[in-house]
């Protein structure tokens, strides 16, 4: 048995969104826990999927001791506050130096994490946690796939483990992962991995790293054979957060081997591998009026879902732009529900109505204002809701949201789904808890990327990509770099970028 310190530092950074992640938006809770101190964690975080959750699990069955120090996330946005950053980095350093004696250090973190004083947020953190390490203890890190991943990073700790699942179902497992790998290493000290960081030369979409599609599912695939070859220890490949203007932007296969030429050869081939599929991994997109008017002709039973992916604020966008509700009302779509979109100056004023009554609203367009004006009707407050429900699909599984005052309006033939707190649409309770069967209707206006996919692939017709307003620009080809390494191809078989 060993002792274990752990915490959890989370933040997935789009350098061009409106607004910056400050300290208050790591402590409060809105789609999963907010700051959790100590032993708390250990009853807090068990039975959701988050790798710290899994981690624990999977420590504590083998018999290690656990000491919790802090764990906390924010919706992602623009850069993280040097104030933030520094409070739970001052948080995290007295907090492992209270908790010695231990063997090991666990660390849950994202890897997409820009400050207002730092491109590399996670890469900072290690340098400054294993310099008061030492080099001898081990550190272990797990990462969400969209991580940045940084040759500091790399450096700073001994073992990278992330998530192969996007949408991200496998959040637990990774954490248990880590546990595993981390166990290895407590079992044969002194005898520490040797490390392969490989950065691909050219930008994904995240509409284009879908595990459940190719080529990103062939991808996993390949990397979990190369995982079981002789002599490596762990691989993973993380494709990157293209919304972030930093020099390290993009995707990274990183390897552990019990050698350097087992590290390097794992890397090189699934480098490879990914190299040679590089066109594949773009995607079509549709602007409003064309997916509607398909979503309308439709005659199936089931529903067409439009994924609004640039208004995500799982990708840090604000959740509140109308160029699909617009559209919807426009052309006169019947038995169609748009979510969410956050207004809490309209959750309230449904709330103050009351269920049934009749409302003139100026809806969304408070937070994103570049060519998406907010939308003004008349609407009817259909239900209301307390925005607490428990979530049951699983990528948010388990997971008890804070979305505050909730209502759903409808105008014509269109609902739409108002929330006062943030969490993008990738659960169908969301939808149950306004008394919303999403299953039920025509045409479903999903505020995410690619999360939904875990829980509404299986009732819908057909899913197709929206190119409406938003912050979370889809095509990085399109977004204004200042930061980016010279010569990365701005998309899969772009062009390549050149500095101002």
């Known amino acids: 048995m060993s002792r274990i310190a752990h915490a959890g530092f989370l933040h997935e950074t789009n350098t061009f969104a409106p607004r910056k992640a400050t300290w208050d938006d790591f402590t409060r809770a809105e789609s999963f826990p907010g700051l959790t101190l100590g032993v708390d964690i250990l009853t807090v975080m068990p039975g959701k999927n988050i790798s710290t959750a899994g981690f624990i699990d999977e420590a504590q069955a083998m018999g290690h001791e656990l000491a919790p120090i802090a764990w906390c996330t924010a919706i992602p946005s623009a850069h993280v506050t040097e104030h933030a950053f520094e409070t739970f980095a001052d948080m995290l350093l007295t907090g492992l130096a209270d908790a010695m004696p231990f063997d090991a250090v666990y660390l849950d973190l994202h890897g997409a994490m820009v400050c207002e004083h730092l491109e590399d947020g996670e890469g900072e953190l290690l340098i400054r946690v294993r310099n008061q390490l030492g080099p001898e203890i081990p550190l272990v890190v797990s990462l969400d796939l969209h991580s940045n991943t940084t040759q500091a990073m790399a450096d700073n700790c001994d073992g990278l483990i992330a998530y192969r699942t996007y949408p991200h179902v496998d959040m637990a497992d990774t954490g248990r992962r880590a546990a595993q790998y981390l166990d290895t290493l407590l079992a044969n000290p002194g005898r520490l991995p040797a490390k392969a960081h490989r950065a691909l030369p050219f ?231 306004l008394g919303c069967e999403p299953a039920q209707q025509k045409i479903l206006g999903l505020k995410s990327s690619v999360h939904f996919r875990a829980d509404f692939t299986d009732i819908a017709e057909r899913i197709l990509v929206v190119e409406a307003p938003g912050a979370s620009i889809d095509r990085p080809e399109s977004l204004p770099y200042k930061n980016l390494r010279p010569g990365v191809r701005l998309c899969p078989g772009g062009p390549e970028y050149t500095a101002p």
């Not at 930093?246 to 019990?258: H, L, N």
């Not at 699934?270 to 040679?276: H, T």
């Not at 809806?363 to 060519?371: D, H």
């Open 203 to 433: 930008l994904m979409p995240l509409t284009g790293q879908c595990t459940m599609v190719e080529p990103a599912l062939g991808t996993y695939a390949m990397l979990a054979a190369l995982e079981a070859e002789p002599g490596v220890r762990s691989i993973s490949f993380t494709p990157g957060f293209p919304p972030a203007d930093i020099w390290d932007c993009g995707p990274v296969v990183v390897a552990y081997g019990d050698d350097q030429d087992a590290a390097d050869r794992a890397a090189d081939a699934l480098y490879d591998a990914i190299l040679a599929q590089e066109a594949a991994f773009q995607v079509q997109r549709l602007k409003p009026g064309e997916a509607v008017a398909q979503a309308i002709a439709s005659n199936s039973h089931k529903p067409y879902v439009l994924a609004d992916v640039q208004d995500n604020c799982g990708a840090g966008a604000t959740s509140d732009t109308t160029g699909l509700l617009r559209a919807l009302v426009e052309q006169g779509a019947d038995g169609a529900v748009l979510g969410i979109l956050v207004d809490g100056e309209v959750a309230a004023q449904a709330h103050a109505a009351g269920q049934g009554a009749e409302i003139d609203v100026t809806l969304g367009g408070k937070a994103f204002t570049a060519g998406d004006p907010p939308f003004k009707g008349r609407f009817q407050v259909t239900a209301l809701g307390t925005g607490q429900f428990t979530c049951s699909g699983p990528f948010y599984a388990g997971i008890t949201p804070n979305l505050g005052p909730m209502a759903l309006l409808r105008i014509g033939g269109v609902s739409v789904v108002v929330a006062t707190n943030r969490m993008q649409a990738a659960d169908k309770e969301i939808f149950r808890h």
